[in-house]
């Protein structure tokens, strides 16, 4: 769903008045409003729900407000609340999930139920926005996204925003039909390992190809290429797209908010690219090696055992097959 255009009506006929509202999916058992709160218009979206049950605990203070209004015995509704503008874009992309959530169901009484799977979905992702990216994950997305700018360039840019599932939860961050990449970047000096933080990501049951794609990067204040100016390089590349608004709500999956760009003041160089095959004996723990009870491991493994395993751009590239039979 799209409320841009809702959003523009309603700023256009609010008056003095409390609220200015509007129902939207109006077929559906849902009881959904976009409202205009208050003085100070507070962009709201009002659910109307019988349960309460999973809405308790719920995220705020990320520029986003989210509250259970009791208005009656048995009636309350859910309000969320965009009280920093700056968040607007994620506010748009997390209302949207929700509202796609409560008209899902058939019953009124599951409305709360789905909307609170989806609302705890998003709890974290809220929490962190504050303060934006980690160093580790801002350097983690920067690698991530020179490997999509290598794909758009072979290929194109709308497969390459396609294939970047890591966002959505996938065990590596780039599959491409049946070859998958799964991208580290380093930034120490001489870097001698690689983190591998799940049992899943060097799983390639049913791939043809898994690479391990390695970046060594320097990282400088004021000089080299920092992530806000790739994201806008990115923006510029994608801007005639279909899957341009894919790009921008992967970012905000990521936690890439353009509220916090000014924090990234560090720069990229790329030192050197190392990318691994990883197949037969390549040293690695999957979900197969681990007994019952034992999950979500962490490993490093060190660079200077599977040097045999390395191979090149255009060996990868060739079997790479994006968008082909």
């Known amino acids: 769903m799209s409320f841009s255009e809702t959003w523009e009506a309603l700023d256009r006929t609010a008056a003095d008045a409390p609220e200015s509202r509007r129902r939207i999916a109006p077929d559906s058992v849902a009881d959904l409003w976009l409202v205009l709160k208050g003085s100070q218009k507070l962009r709201t979206l009002r659910i109307g729900v ?150 899943r990501q060097l799983d390639s049951k049913g791939l043809e190809l898994l690479a391990l794609w390695h970046w060594s990067v320097d990282e400088r204040l004021d000089h080299g290429e920092t992530l806000p100016l790739l994201v806008s390089t990115l923006r510029s590349l994608v801007s005639s797209s279909a899957n341009q608004e894919l790009f921008e709500n992967r970012l905000l999956e990521v936690g890439y908010l353009n509220i916090h760009a000014s924090r990234y003041e560090f720069g990229f160089e790329i030192r050197d690219l190392q990318i691994f095959e990883v197949r037969d004996v390549f040293p690695r723990l999957v979900e197969e090696d681990c007994p019952p009870g034992l999950g979500d491991l962490k490993y490093s493994i060190q660079i200077g055992a599977i040097t045999q395993f390395e191979i090149s751009e255009s060996s990868l590239l060739a079997r790479i097959h994006l968008g082909k039979g």
């Open 50 to 199: 019988t349960e309460t049950e999973g809405l308790q605990d719920l995220p705020n203070g990320s520029g986003i407000n989210v509250d259970l209004i009791e208005v009656g015995q048995g009636v309350s509704y859910l309000e969320v609340s965009l009280v920093n503008s700056s968040y607007s874009d994620v506010f748009d992309v997390f209302i949207s999930d929700l509202a796609n959530a409560a008209t899902s169901v058939r019953e009124r009484t599951e409305i709360a139920a789905a909307v609170a799977r989806r609302i705890h979905h998003w709890q974290a992702f809220l929490r962190k926005t504050i303060d934006g990216l980690s160093p580790e994950s801002l350097r983690g997305l920067y690698g991530e996204l020179k490997v999509l700018d290598w794909i758009g360039k072979q290929f194109n840019y709308n497969d390459a925003i396609a294939c970047w599932v890591g966002p959505d939860g996938f065990s590596q961050d780039f599959h491409l039909r049946n070859v998958a990449i799964e991208v580290k970047t380093s930034a120490a000096k001489n870097p001698q390992s690689i983190l591998i933080s799940s049992e």
